[in-house]
């Protein structure tokens, strides 16, 4: 089994800054990428910033230049660093790991969710 873990969601005034982190644990035979989504109401699942096992990232429009990815694979732990937010920026946010589970399979994971809400 493998399970993901968020942390560090809250409570933060707009232009303000949070660090959401998540781990990864169970098991996990390689880290292929994992990946942050939010989820606002009202709204579908969009990407927020992702990381792959090459320090390729990738970012939504809204939030380039102001998060910052980044992970330790080896760990199972990624972090995402939130800066200038806006109450745009609310939302459940999700980490979700692709990983491999064996040499040949490979799935995503899903975290259970944390909320960040940023008061204007």
């Known amino acids: 089994q493998v399970h993901l873990v968020e942390s560090g969601g809250g409570l933060v005034q707009a232009g303000g800054s949070l660090t959401l982190s998540c781990a990864a644990s169970?098991?996990?035979?390689?880290?292929?990428?994992m990946g942050w989504y939010r989820q606002a109401p009202g709204k579908q699942r969009e990407l927020v910033a992702d990381i792959n096992g090459g320090g390729g990232r990738n970012f939504a429009d809204s939030v380039k230049g102001r998060f910052r990815i980044s992970s330790d694979f080896a760990k199972n732990t990624m972090s995402l660093q939130m800066g200038s937010l806006e109450s745009e920026d609310t939302a459940v946010y999700y980490c979700k790991a692709r990983l491999y589970t064996d040499f040949t399979t490979w799935n995503d994971y899903w975290g259970q969710g944390t909320q960040v809400t940023v008061s204007s």
């Open positions: 169970g098991s996990i035979f390689r880290m292929i990428a």
